[in-house]
């Protein structure tokens, strides 16, 4: 039998996009015998040795045409990547999941919200502004205090501003506004983040994972506990919520699902993200089946695996580029110094000041101790 002959029976997953994320559900994917090509606009280091990585004009038809020959399915590793453009070039015999309507919904954050309010799933006061003036009647009606957002094309909490003055206010239009304005939001005094994971498949079966605590520095994600310690009414509402905002958006994939906790235990919506999600790195090593796995096997419309925990508990660290420039290894030995963290290491070339380069994740019973191992892991690595 020919290597081509044996690689028929597999399928071929292309992903569009080359950074971390494609880079963990490639892995995944080629442990389960499938195979990987990836699609970036610019050469990219994550994905480099994985599979078939191509580079070229991802919002060019024809370069989309030829780079999805041979692909069963096709994917974004990000919200912004070109699916519509995959969806035409495959006219309709190639499924690319999420779909592009999907995307559209989620990629704005005002439709966003208003998708997952009509499902009838807690969400904070928001309101979106086309003006100026609407804004400012906005943070006078919240009170004072608001959360700034940009509509579209934000992450790592590059696009929002806290606002509590007229002054801030009219800065944050400056920065954030675009033709359509921006999403004004109630600030919402939270005791805890949360975060859930689901998947789903085209046929509608899905896994919800663990609720898990998610703690933030700079509106960046620093570390993620799961399970996540709270009521199991919060819990439980918490994954009933994640998985009516999968159905809601017809979401076929993974979909990371954030939320605020209030005093009282109840929950609402925050945001959500429709791909693997940073607070979903745990389940490499801490569930049966990880986020990556159930990405690719709900793409493929395969039964998922388990979402649930193997271990009683588990802490993950990202880590941060310290200063910029190509990346050293001068401290390769130091950062695997810890006998029991897993550590993850993307891949990247080329470091800069807060750059998401890896993360470490460490499992077992104590969420304290394990978060003290996770932090020591993580700090030790300077690359
Ligand atoms: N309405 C709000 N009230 C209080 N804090 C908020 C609010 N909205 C956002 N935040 C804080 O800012 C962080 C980032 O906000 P958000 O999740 O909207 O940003 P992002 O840049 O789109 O996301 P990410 O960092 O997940 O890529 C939140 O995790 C939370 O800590
Ligand atoms: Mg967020």
Redesign the pocket.
């Given at each position: 039998m020919s290597l081509t002959e044996s690689h028929a029976r597999f399928p071929t997953i292309g992903i569009l996009g080359g950074g971390q994320l494609g880079r963990m559900t490639a892995l995944a994917a080629m442990r389960m015998g499938m195979h990987v090509k990836t699609l970036s606009p610019s050469p990219a280091g994550p994905v480099a040795s994985l599979g078939e990585s191509v580079v070229g004009d991802w919002t060019d038809e024809a370069v989309m045409q030829s780079f999805l020959q041979g692909c069963d399915v096709v994917t974004v590793e990000s919200e912004w990547a070109p699916a519509e453009v995959a969806e035409r070039a495959g006219k309709g015999k190639i499924p690319v999941w999420p779909s592009s309507k999907t995307l559209l919904t989620i990629r704005h954050k005002g439709r966003q919200k208003d998708a997952v309010g009509t499902a009838g799933i807690p969400v904070?006061a928001y309101l979106a502004c086309a003006t100026l003036e609407d804004a400012s009647a906005a943070l006078t009606a919240f009170g004072g205090k608001a959360?700034a957002?940009k509509f579209e094309g934000?992450?790592?909490?590059?696009?929002?501003a806290t606002v509590t003055s007229i002054e801030e206010l009219q800065q944050a239009w400056k920065d954030l506004a675009a033709e359509d304005g921006l999403l004004m939001?109630?600030?919402?005094p939270?005791v805890r983040?949360l975060a859930v994971m689901v998947a789903r498949r085209p046929s509608g079966d899905t896994e919800v994972y663990p609720v898990v605590e998610t703690e933030?520095k700079d509106?960046?994600?620093h570390a993620v506990m799961a399970p996540a310690r709270i009521s199991s009414a919060t819990y439980e509402a918490a994954r009933k919520a994640a998985l009516a905002a999968a159905e809601a958006v017809d979401l076929v994939g993974m979909l990371g699902v954030?939320f605020f906790e209030l005093e009282d235990g109840a929950i609402l919506f925050?945001?959500m993200a429709p791909r693997p999600h940073n607070t979903g790195h745990y389940t490499i090593e801490a569930c049966y089946a990880s986020q990556f796995e159930n990405h690719a096997r709900s793409i493929l419309d395969l039964p998922l695996g388990s979402s649930e925990m193997r271990m009683p508990a588990a802490v993950m660290i990202n880590v941060l580029g310290h200063r910029a420039g190509s990346v050293r290894t001068d401290g390769y030995s130091d950062a695997l110094h810890s006998s029991q963290a897993s550590i993850h290491l993307y891949g990247k070339a080329e470091a800069r000041p807060k750059r998401k380069m890896g993360h470490v994740t460490v499992t077992g019973d104590n969420l304290d101790l394990l978060r003290a191992e996770a932090e020591k892991a993580a700090d030790a690595i300077h690359l």
């Open positions: 904070g959360v957002k934000s992450y790592d909490g590059y696009g929002n939001e109630a600030f919402v939270f983040e933030q509106h960046r994600c954030e925050n945001e």
